[in-house]
């Protein structure tokens, strides 16, 4: 992909989110800035996942995953979960538990736990549909990833 390109595409702000997946008694999690809503009726969500990812098979055959939607103060957490081994980036966290068993990511603004429904190649990525089957959210604010940086929204009084 051309710079360019990329930078063109950064200029679009996301949400941060970490998703979750428990596959042989072991937890996974990485960050993700693709995730989006499809639909209200039934309530489907997707999320991109690089197809040369080493968790690739992980996401694919667990059977779901879930999404943790980042707080504005948890540029940090998104940063360690961007890189490294995955035992290392659950290290020191409180963790919860979904109703099915995948990690909540602590402190985070929402959550939505996902059976998946889907895996559509799409280019150099999967677009994994969930159906979601559990759900929260608090008050707050997400964290916002643009032009390769983090940031929060700015709010108008």
């Known amino acids: 992909?051309?710079?360019?390109?990329?930078?063109?595409?950064?200029?679009?702000?996301?949400?941060?989110?970490i998703v979750t997946a428990r596959h042989e008694e072991?937890?996974?999690?990485?960050t993700c800035s693709s995730f989006?809503?499809?639909?209200?009726?039934?309530?489907?969500?997707?999320?991109?996942?690089?197809r040369n990812?080493?968790?690739?098979d992980v996401y694919l055959n667990s059977g779901g995953?879930?999404?943790?939607?980042?707080?504005?103060?948890q540029s940090e957490l998104a940063m360690r979960f961007a890189s490294g081994d995955h035992q290392d980036r659950f290290a020191g966290l409180k963790l919860q538990r979904s109703p099915s068993g995948r990690v909540l990511v602590p402190g985070c603004v929402a959550w939505f736990d996902c059976e998946l429904k889907?895996?559509?190649?799409?280019?150099?990525?999967?677009?994994?549909?969930g159906e979601i089957k559990a759900f929260e959210h608090v008050q707050g604010h997400g964290l916002i990833f643009e032009r390769s940086r983090f940031g929060k929204l700015a709010v108008a009084a």
């Open 53 to 56: 990812n080493g968790c690739r």
């Open 1 to 17: 992909m051309s710079r360019g390109l990329r930078d063109a595409l950064g200029c679009f702000a996301t949400g941060v989110t």
């Open 36 to 50: 989006n809503s499809v639909s209200l009726e039934p309530a489907l969500v997707l999320w991109s996942l690089q």
């Open 118 to 129: 889907q895996s559509i190649t799409a280019g150099d990525h999967d677009i994994l549909l």
């Open 26 to 30: 072991q937890d996974y999690g990485l």
């Open 65 to 73: 995953y879930t999404v943790s939607v980042l707080a504005e103060n």
